[in-house]
């Protein structure tokens, strides 16, 4: 069974604080890992794709990483504010299917 | 571009009732997927479309859950009849393809409750 995990499940932190979000996966032969953003009551904002041929992908103060092998990829946010609060999602993307985690809610206090 | 859109963004009904969502993909992107998002959990995908032929509805509850793509744009949910444990938010999303490098679009979601 292909299987999409994320931990922790909340983290509340001070703002300016750098943070690590970690996604792992059961199954290696992946096209691609997807992290999305998703604030209450809204739909899933797209923040970085990494294709499987990558190991990282940059977007401002966001830094995914991915490593197959381990099937594990992070999510890297440098100086936190508090409108990055909101629940961050992974997703596997396979042969025809993105698999989703439960997301990591992320609280960061001013 | 205009994104993914959905309509209705809320509906309550009653268990036993019938609902139904509607979906409007980007334009050109040939892929569309329904998932269901129980509050706390992440998305789970209910189907997949690809034009307007099915890819994967292997989660769908059939005996209940029917969805369509008509003309490979637009796309219905309908729930029929409704049990309490559908409440959710419907989440469609679309791709330009199905595979490989393709980020996927999410509509804002319809959050269904079902009383």
């Known amino acids: 069974k292909q299987e999409v995990t994320q931990i922790p499940a909340a983290l509340s932190v001070p703002e300016g604080e750098n943070l690590v979000l970690n996604c792992s996966f059961t199954d290696s032969a992946i096209y691609n890992l997807q992290w999305f953003r998703q604030d209450p009551g809204k739909g899933l904002t797209s923040l970085l794709l990494i294709q499987s041929s990558q190991r990282e992908q940059t977007s401002g103060r966001l830094n995914a990483s991915l490593d197959k092998s381990s099937g594990r990829s992070t999510l890297y946010i440098a100086a936190s504010q508090p409108g990055d609060s909101a629940t961050y999602l992974c997703a596997r993307g396979g042969t025809y299917k993105y698999i989703f985690g439960t997301g990591t809610r992320l609280k960061v206090l001013a | 571009e205009a994104g993914v859109a959905q309509s209705p963004r809320y509906k309550i009904i009653e268990k036993r009732q019938s609902v139904a969502f509607w979906c409007n993909p980007i334009s050109g992107h040939a892929t569309l997927y329904w998932y269901q998002q129980i509050l706390g959990q992440g998305p789970k995908l209910l189907i997949q479309?690809?034009?307007?032929?099915?890819?994967?509805d292997s989660q769908l509850p059939k005996d209940r859950f029917s969805a369509e793509r008509l003309k490979g744009v637009d796309s219905t949910l309908k729930i029929q009849p409704a049990k309490l444990e559908d409440s959710a938010v419907y989440l469609c999303a679309s791709s330009l393809l199905s595979t490989g490098a393709n980020v996927l679009t999410f509509g804002a979601g319809s959050r269904l409750t079902v009383l």
């Open positions: 479309f690809q034009n307007n032929g099915v890819v994967d």
